[in-house]
């Protein structure tokens, strides 16, 4: 194999599956790519950036919630080749527990943001995000 077949450009991004005591997930409307679609807060690693931090950050750019890194734990990679119509992304997901009625103002990257009870998510979420949250909220065996 060449250079040019051997290396791809993979992007790293940070999720975050922020939860209230009271069973609510909060998601964001977002823009292109699945324009209009329920996601996950989260976007870009920066050069440079922990993905603890840029999940602190997308978290608090798109939503508003402000969380200290310490507060998110870490929960996986998701990493499937064709995860994003745009490239290979790969992502660390966290999780962070926030109080019942922590208010929310939607930011950059977010067309509106929500609260959704977990019981009762939207039908189909962007890219894997249904998986991530899956695994933050299944029970264990």
């Known amino acids: 194999m060449n250079e040019t077949e051997s290396s791809e450009t993979i992007r790293h991004t940070a999720d975050v599956v922020a939860l209230t005591p009271a069973g609510h997930v909060l998601l964001i409307k977002r823009w292109p790519p699945f324009e209009g679609a329920w996601a996950l807060p989260g976007g870009h690693v920066n050069a440079g950036e922990a993905p603890h931090a840029a999940a602190a950050r997308e978290l608090a750019e798109e939503t508003g919630v402000h969380v200290g890194v310490g507060d998110l734990h870490q929960i996986g990679v998701w990493d499937q080749p064709d995860r994003d119509p745009r490239g290979r992304y790969v992502t660390f997901a966290y999780m962070v527990i926030v109080p019942d009625g922590t208010p929310i103002t939607a930011g950059d990257n977010a067309r509106t943001a929500r609260w959704w009870p977990?019981?009762?998510?939207?039908?189909?979420?962007?890219f894997d995000h249904s998986d991530i949250i899956s695994a933050v909220t299944a029970p264990n065996p």
Request: aromatic residues 0%; hydrophobic residues 45%.
């Open 118 to 126: 977990l019981n009762d998510l939207p039908k189909q979420l962007a």
